[in-house]
């Protein structure tokens, strides 16, 4: 599956981005999806995910109450809703897919990966 991230940008603290995530060459409705994100010397970590119906979600603590994702099947794309942006949000974001029947947590369980949007959150 081929994936296309974008709506990265630089904004305020405070600020709302929505993030978009295309999806091509594979039923999208079989794949779960995720956010990642890696801010320079750090690692990758999971901001959010959702199962293949977008019945089930899974957000990082710190995103908690502030992101919220979502799945468009009859457009072949995933969401990622930002609001009330802070600083240590910036990073490189990354939608990835996985063939899993349940969300997983850890990036090497996701087959297919974008190729990365900025967010940089100035403060």
């Known amino acids: 599956v081929q994936l296309q991230a974008s709506g990265g940008g630089l904004v305020q603290t405070g600020d709302s981005l929505r993030l978009s995530c295309s999806a091509s060459?594979?039923?999208?409705?079989?794949?779960?999806m995720g956010w990642f994100r890696q801010a320079p010397g750090k690692e990758r970590e999971l901001v959010s995910a959702?199962?293949?119906?977008?019945?089930?979600?899974y957000y990082a603590e710190s995103v908690k109450g502030r992101f919220t994702c979502s799945r468009d099947n009859a457009k072949s794309t995933f969401y990622l809703h930002m609001d009330s942006l802070k600083p240590e949000d910036t990073a490189v974001y990354y939608c990835?897919?996985?063939?899993?029947?349940?969300?997983?947590?850890?990036?090497?369980?996701?087959?297919?990966w974008g190729q990365g949007t900025q967010v940089t959150v100035s403060s």
């Open positions: 990835a897919a996985a063939t899993t029947l349940y969300i997983p947590l850890r990036a090497q369980y996701y087959n297919s």
């Open positions: 060459g594979r039923t999208f409705s079989s794949l779960v």
């Open positions: 959702i199962n293949r119906v977008g019945a089930s979600t």
